[in-house]
């Protein structure tokens, strides 16, 4: 197992602003890469942000492309996601996960897993 651990999530109001961290422990990040992905009760997990294992890489949903950063620290073996201008949409549990290979939007490609940190947006 891979400890992943998110942090930041919180309550807000629309048009906000929160950053996201995912700290790792026992492996090094700087090899595989990594995603942020949402769920609401009932629904599926759904994607929302990947990173190359460099960095170099970034790919977005529709949904948050423009309002929504993805970035990582690989010396600190951590990933960030910065969001602004949030919406009551925005609302659910987020994710990081980390997969050899190149990003996904996939989770089912994605091995390790956090266990979250809950975002509610406000209106």
């Known amino acids: 197992q891979v400890p992943l651990v998110e942090s930041g999530g919180g309550l807000v109001q629309a048009g906000d602003s929160l950053r996201l961290s995912c700290a790792a422990s026992?492996?090094?990040?700087?090899?595989?890469?990594m995603g942020w992905f949402r769920q609401v009760p009932g629904k599926e997990r759904e994607f929302v942000a990947a990173i190359s294992w460099s960095g170099g890489s970034t790919f977005y949903s529709d949904s948050v492309k423009g309002r929504f950063t993805v970035s990582r620290d690989n010396a600190n073996n951590t990933l960030y996601l910065q969001m602004n201008s949030l919406k009551p949409e925005d609302t659910a549990v987020y994710y990081c996960?980390?997969?050899?290979?190149?990003?996904?939007?996939?989770?089912?490609?994605?091995?390790?897993w956090g266990q979250g940190t809950q975002v509610t947006v406000s209106s």
């Open positions: 996960a980390t997969r050899p290979g190149p990003y996904s939007m996939k989770p089912e490609e994605y091995d390790y």
């Open positions: 026992g492996r090094t990040l700087s090899s595989y890469a």
